[in-house]
């Protein structure tokens, strides 16, 4: 059942009650400053970027830019070497979204469609490391991947993010509503383990996949402690690591409109991504699946 | 079966569950990341926290932060998912819109709100607070003023979660209950206090805890807008262990820790959720029954 499914439901009520009205109203009002305050930091960012040039000694706070200008985009690209870190960040979310799927939808459909001795004891094994804080595993990662000889390599960005047990947890919650009669039904037709999955399981869950994959890419496209770590030389910055850089290398005289610009561009591939993805997003999370579970 | 769960073993075991236990170990060591010295020293490290006077600022700064950061996350979360479920005309933009936040990239909105909380007294914080004959505040480099802003952009995107949560916490209402309800002629704050909220209650409870986690591990947001300072007043727990394990003499024994007891935080936190949140349950059950 999803949001939309429910909200089709047509409740009555007077319309044009006066305490309606106002209630409507006041509806409005709080969603109106909701949204506005959502969206100011992007519109800072854009009218900053956009506006005239502006440093510590002549700040303007007009919501509209009195002169409109993108001059400062070619020079956060030049200065933060935004055009390698957006690829180095591209290519290394990409590749552990890739990752996250292969090992965690094998283990999903174990744990959500198969019988095995151990599953609930493994399964709360998987959960327990949901509460695992990253500062804990951060320094014993640093360590593994620098005895790997890994430190400062993409291949150092990626590796310990390989797994992700809430992934594992989201899509195991999905594939398990999956009738049971179904997979009896692939069992009866000679499909093994392997083939349901590819052939029954899967297509099945795709809404959950599709979610799990975005999450994925965000939180890794948007992560700044572990490159922080790793990634020491700014060749393989990635877009968080980019910024950051720029902000120190200005020191106390910051070029507002240039780093304004540099935000901008590090935000908008997250926000595409969830943009094009977040009407399937809220299927994936309140959906239940398939079956009569839910 | 072996096969389905290998990949996911090796990535658990080797980047989650063994750094824990290393962790867990070297926390009873006077480990540094650079030098070779390897000693087990007992309890000494857990001492040492119990007297440290960083530490404990940290934990105070800490527990205020959550608290300025959650409670108003919540209660404007919940008010904008309520607000926004009855919407029909343009429900997929203001959706949009609100859920914005959660996708944002904190580093990039920390770095706006650097600039929006500057000191100049044409900075956007300072020009509305002007409005009211304040006169201007550098905001990020007064010891009262840096945790209080750091918490505003942890609310603010912890806010965009929490609608989410509770926009699909809403659905989960049987629709009968409305329609009771609306037989009954319960309306308005009446229904909101007798029947949405306790019926909420479930999700109130996973949000808070889940809100709460999410907020100990602030760390993007103090790194880009203040460093822990001025003098420490917004260093939080996690970004005391960052600075204790990874800059100045990094010691990583004592970081480990830290972040040992600060898991055991968490899993008290998770456990006190999963207790209150049964009961919350078995009680909004109980409501929808009679």
Redesign the interface.
């Known amino acids: ?3 939309e499914g ?2 089709a ?1 047509i ?3 007077p319309v044009s009650s006066p ?1 309606s009205i106002i ?1 409507t109203g ?3 009002a ?2 109106a400053v ?2 506005g ?3 100011l ?2 519109w ?2 854009l009218r ?1 970027a956009v506006g005239p040039p502006q440093s ?1 000694l ?4 007009n919501l509209i830019p009195s002169e409109v200008g993108f001059a400062a985009f070619p020079r956060a690209f030049d200065a933060a070497d935004l055009g390698r870190a957006l690829v180095t960040g591209a290519g290394v979310s990409i590749v552990i979204t890739l ?1 996250q799927l ?3 939808i ?2 999903a ?2 744990f959500g469609c ?1 019988r ?1 001795r151990g599953r609930t004891a ?1 399964f709360a ?2 959960l327990a ?1 949901l ?7 951060a ?3 640093y360590v ?1 991947i620098s005895a790997l000889g890994l430190a400062d390599t993409r291949a150092g960005l990626v ?5 992700n ?1 809430a992934g ?1 947890f989201l899509l195991r919650q999905y594939m398990s509503t999956i009738p049971v009669a179904l997979l009896e039904a692939a069992r009866m037709d000679g499909l093994g ?1 392997w083939r349901t ?1 590819r052939a029954v399981v899967l297509p099945l869950s795709m809404p959950a996949v599709a979610t799990v994959a975005t999450f994925s890419f ?1 939180l890794s ?2 992560e ?2 572990w490159p ?2 790793v990634a020491r030389s700014p060749d393989i910055a990635t ?2 690591l980019a ?2 850089n720029l ?1 120190s290398a200005s020191g106390g005289f ?1 070029d ?1 409109a240039q ?2 610009a ?3 561009i ?2 908008i591939p ?2 595409v ?3 094009l993805a ?2 399937r ?2 299927a994936g ?2 959906g239940t699946g398939v079956g009569a579970e839910g | ?1 072996a ?3 290998l ?6 075991g ?7 236990l ?2 867990a170990f ?1 926390a009873g060591t006077d480990k540094t ?1 650079t030098g070779p010295s390897l000693h087990w020293v007992g309890t000494a490290n857990f001492r040492d926290a119990l007297h440290d006077p960083d530490l404990a600022q940290a934990v105070r700064n800490t527990v205020v932060y959550c608290l300025i950061t959650v409670i108003p996350a919540v209660v ?1 979360g919940l ?2 998912a309520l ?6 005309r343009g ?2 933009l ?16 920390a ?6 909380f ?1 000191a ?1 007294p ?3 914080a300072n ?1 509305v607070v002007g409005w009211f004959g304040i006169s201007p505040v550098d905001w990020l480099g007064d010891t009262s003023t840096a945790l209080p802003v750091v918490a505003l952009v942890g609310a ?1 995107r912890l ?2 979660f929490v ?2 949560v509770y ?2 916490g809403l ?1 989960t209402i049987p ?1 009968s209950v ?1 329609e009771a309800a ?1 037989v009954d002629g319960v ?2 704050w009446a229904r909101l206090r007798r029947i949405t909220l306790p019926l909420l209650a479930p999700t109130t409870v996973f949000v808070a805890v889940f809100a709460t ?1 999410l907020t ?2 602030t ?2 947001t103090v ?2 807008l203040t460093q822990g300072g001025p003098l420490g007043s917004s260093t939080t727990i ?1 970004y005391y ?2 600075e204790t ?2 800059t100045g003499s990094f010691r ?1 024994g004592y ?2 820790m830290l ?2 007891l ?2 055991v935080a ?2 008290l936190l ?1 456990v006190a959720g999963a207790v209150v949140g049964r009961w919350a349950r078995a009680r909004a059950a109980r409501e929808v029954a009679v």
């Open positions: 059942m999803t949001i429910e909200s439901v409740r009555v009520q305490a209630s006041l509806r409005w709080l969603l909701g949204i305050g959502a969206f930091p992007f800072w960012m900053t510590v002549g700040l303007s706070s990752l292969a090992t965690a094998p283990a459909y174990a198969l095995f493994l094994v998987v490391t509460l695992v804080p990253p500062q804990i595993t320094i014993p990662n593994t590796l310990p993010f390989m797994t047990a594992i383990i999955l965000l496209f948007n700044y402690l922080l770590l877009p968080p910024l950051v902000v910051p507002f780093l304004s540099a935000a901008l590090v935000s997250t926000l991504v969830f943009i977040q009407r997003l809220a999370i309140t | 079966m096969a389905l769960l990949p996911a073993s090796v990535g658990l080797v980047f989650t569950i063994a750094p824990a290393v962790s070297v990341l404007v008010g904008l607000a926004a479920e009855r919407v029909t429900r997929a203001v959706r949009l819109a609100l859920f914005l936040p959660v996708s944002a990239n904190l580093v990039a909105v770095v706006v709100f650097a600039y929006i500057a100049d044409h900075a956007l020009t603010w806010a965009s609608f989410v926009l699909a659905t629709r409305h609306d309306r308005g986690i100990l591990q760390f993007e790194a880009v996690v262990i960052y394990g990874f990583i970081a480990s972040a040992l600060l898991l968490v899993v998770g």
